[in-house]
C-alpha cells in the first residue's frame, strides 16, 4: 500500500530551495510499506522515489484543480460569486440552469401533492453557498394552481426540495 510522508526537518523555504544545494531529496516522500511498519518489505514492491513523488504531486495538483473548478461551475451557473453562507441574489434568473432547477421543483411538488401545477419561469431568487453544495430560494410562476407565484426552498447538489409554498 503506498503512502505519503512528510519530513519536517526538510522544508526548505521555496526561494531558497531553488537556489541552495538539496540537502533532502523532496518534500514529499512516497514509498510502499506494509500494514504494519515492523515487517520487512519485499524488494518488488518498493517504489522509485522520483516517480512516486511525481505520481503524489499530480494526484494532489489533479484534485485541487478539480475541486476549484467545481465550485466556480456551480456558481457560475447561476451567474453570481458567493462565499460561503452569504445569500445573495440571483443575477441572471433567465440562466437555464435556474430555470431547470424551478421546472424541477415544480414536478417535485406535483408528485408530492398530486397537484398539477405547471411551470411559466423563474422570475427571482437567492443563492447559498455551503460546503455540502447550493441552496436556492427560487421564485416561481405557474399556472393551474390556487396561486400563480411560489416559493421553492431546494438544495441542489442532492437534489432535495425543502419547501413550496404560495407567495
Not at 140 to 166: M, R, V, W
Request: with cysteine; aromatic share 8%; net charge positive.
Amino acid at each position: 500500500m503506498a503512502s505519503l510522508t512528510t519530513n519536517a526537518l526538510c522544508i526548505p523555504i521555496m526561494a531558497a530551495a531553488a537556489a541552495a544545494p538539496r540537502r533532502c531529496r523532496s518534500l514529499i516522500m512516497a514509498r510502499a510499506s506494509p500494514a504494519k511498519h515492523n515487517e520487512r518489505q519485499d524488494p518488488a514492491v518498493k517504489v522509485d522515489a522520483a516517480a512516486g513523488r511525481r505520481r503524489a504531486m499530480v494526484l494532489f495538483s489533479a484534485a485541487a484543480i478539480t475541486a476549484s473548478t467545481a465550485a466556480a461551475v456551480r456558481s457560475a451557473r447561476a451567474g453570481v460569486s458567493t462565499k460561503t453562507g452569504q445569500w445573495v441574489d440571483i443575477e441572471n434568473v433567465a440562466d437555464p440552469y435556474v430555470q431547470d432547477l424551478g421546472k424541477w421543483a415544480v414536478m417535485e411538488h406535483n408528485s408530492r401533492t398530486g397537484e398539477d401545477l405547471q411551470f411559466d419561469r423563474v422570475f427571482g431568487g437567492s443563492q447559498q453557498q455551503d460546503v455540502a453544495g447550493m441552496y436556492y430560494f427560487l421564485a416561481i410562476k405557474t399556472t393551474g394552481g390556487p396561486s400563480p407565484s411560489y416559493e421553492a426552498n431546494l438544495f441542489a447538489s442532492l437534489p432535495q426540495l425543502n419547501s413550496f409554498k404560495p407567495l
